[in-house]
């Protein structure tokens, strides 16, 4: 596609529950990443992908939360058993490679209740 | 204290000024970025830095990195340009991650 899409662009959820959170990056971008903006705050690291394989998952903040891209192309970001503290924007963001900028996607806000 | 600092936090301008916005890291880096963020919208990649100074239209960004030190001009402002501009660095240790500066908040009035 032209630009990195992410669906839904809103998710409400009650605390407790699963969701998945979808990014399709921009056609041949191999490199694949997950952030996430809480409200006031600049975006801080989640997870990169280079390919189909997680090559840096140091910013997942505990076992809750998993990312997947199994044909190195549409990953998805999966979170189990949400809390309050999830709620913030979930930006995804691909590149076409280490010395190439970022393309971001407009991010999903998720909230839990 | 955080590896990337910015500021000001928030910034109010008259259409027409010219707007300085400065960012210091405290890493080293391979690159940085300028991005702009609306309200409720996504991220804009505006510049990618190693060094020197780029031009976009009314936009300039700098990068000094002896002094660990960038700058975002903005020429000309006009409500439009009203926004976010979050300032982020490649570190040389940390891969592909990008590190996030907390942001400026950028009114311009008209």
């Known amino acids: 596609g032209a630009g990195v899409s992410q669906t839904p662009s809103n998710k409400v959820t009650e605390k407790g529950k699963y969701v998945e959170l979808r990014c399709d990056p921009i056609s041949g971008h191999t490199a694949l990443y997950w952030y996430r903006q809480s409200l006031g705050q600049g975006p801080e690291f989640l997870i990169y992908f280079q390919g189909t394989g997680a090559a840096d998952d140091s910013g997942l903040p505990n076992d809750r939360f998993f990312a997947v891209r199994p044909e190195g192309s549409v990953s998805t970001l999966k979170i189990q058993r949400t809390e309050r503290g999830d709620s913030a924007v979930y930006l995804c963001?691909?590149?076409?490679?280490?010395?190439?900028?970022?393309?971001f996607g407009s991010g999903t806000r998720l909230t839990v209740v | 204290k955080n590896e990337v600092e910015q500021s000001p936090q928030n910034l109010t301008a008259q259409e027409g000024e010219f707007i300085t916005i400065n960012c210091s890291y405290s890493?080293?880096?391979?690159?940085l970025h300028w991005l702009q963020q609306h309200p409720g919208g996504g991220i804009v990649s505006l510049f990618m830095?190693?060094?020197g100074k780029k031009k976009h239209g009314r936009l300039i960004a700098t990068i000094n990195i002896q002094e660990k030190h960038s700058s975002l001009h903005i020429t000309a402002s006009h409500p439009r340009d009203s926004a976010v501009y979050i300032c982020a660095v490649k570190q040389e240790t940390s891969g592909s991650r990008l590190t996030f500066g907390e942001g400026t908040q950028l009114t311009v009035n008209p």
């Open positions: 963001a691909s590149s076409r490679g280490l010395t190439y900028g970022y393309t």
């Open positions: 830095l190693s060094s």
């Open positions: 890493v080293g880096i391979s690159a």
